[in-house]
Structure formats: C-alpha cells, structure tokens
C-alpha cells in the first residue's frame, strides 16, 4: 500500500497530515480555497503543520485562519 500522494490525491477538510506530508501545488489550492486568496505559506506555520501532531487539512486551515486574525495581516 502507498501513502497519500500530495501531489494528486483529492484533499479535503478530513484528509490527515501524515509523516510524508509536503507543501505541494494541491496543497496550496486546497487552502487558498479554504482561506482565501491571500493565503501564503510562511517558515512559522510550515513548522506547525510537520510539527508531528496529529491533525487533518481542516485543522490547519483553521490554524492558518487564527493566525491571520490575531496577526490581523
């Protein structure tokens, strides 16, 4: 069995950030859908996601959300 493939798997709300997770184009248009356009990667956040805790792409939408709203950026 293969592991989920960033690059071409379908990404939801639900889909797990696992071990092999990267900051691939599908990754990016999922959350640019989830966050809005002016979305952006950044070295902190990053971080957060390979931190190696459990959480799904909703989980770091959401993060990527609050991140926003405190920074009010």
């Known amino acids: ?10 990404i939801d709300r639900d889909t797990a ?3 092999t997770y ?6 990016r248009r999922f959350l640019t859908a989830q966050c809005g356009d002016s979305f ?3 070295r902190a956040f990053m971080a957060w996601i ?4 459990a959480k799904t792409m909703g989980d770091v939408a959401d993060e990527w959300k609050r991140r926003r709203a405190i920074t009010g950026a």
């Open 17 to 19: 950030v696992t071990p």
């Open 22 to 27: 990267r900051n691939t184009q599908n990754v």
């Open 40 to 42: 952006s990667f950044d």
């Open 1 to 10: 069995m293969t592991g989920f493939d960033w690059h071409a798997d379908p």
């Open 50 to 53: 390979k931190d190696g805790t």
